[in-house]
């Protein structure tokens, strides 16, 4: 059974900065891409950012030049980095996996909350 594990959510003062990561374990392979999705109070779920198996990365408009998403292949793992936060940013973030198969692994989600 296929488990995605976040971490690094909580909260952060508008200008500051946030890492989140998602391990997964289980058996799982050939993974298309990872990414990362939020969805803000009364909003629908949104893409954050992805990056495929060969590393090209795909960013919603409003986190480009502030948020970096990267990978590990040998642990599996997907970090967020999140810089220069904003109170619009304030969202339950959640990783995505996609295998080769399309088939689509979510993570429980973890809370990001951007306030003075």
């Known amino acids: 059974q296929v488990q995605l594990v976040e971490s690094g959510g909580g909260s952060a003062q508008p200008g500051g900065s946030l890492r989140l990561s998602c391990a997964a374990s289980g058996s799982i392979f050939s993974i298309l891409s990872m990414g990362w999705h939020r969805r803000a109070p009364g909003k629908e779920r949104e893409l954050v950012a992805s990056?495929?198996?060969?590393?090209?990365?795909n960013y919603a408009d409003s986190v480009k030049g502030r948020f970096t998403v990267s990978r590990d292949n040998a642990k599996i793992t997907v970090y967020l980095q999140m810089n220069s936060l904003k109170a619009e940013d304030t969202a339950v973030y959640y990783c995505?996996?996609?295998?080769?198969?399309?088939?689509?692994?979510w993570g429980q989600g973890t809370q990001v909350t951007v306030s003075s």
């Open positions: 990056i495929t198996s060969g590393g090209s990365t």
């Open positions: 995505r996996i996609v295998t080769q198969q399309l088939k689509i692994y």
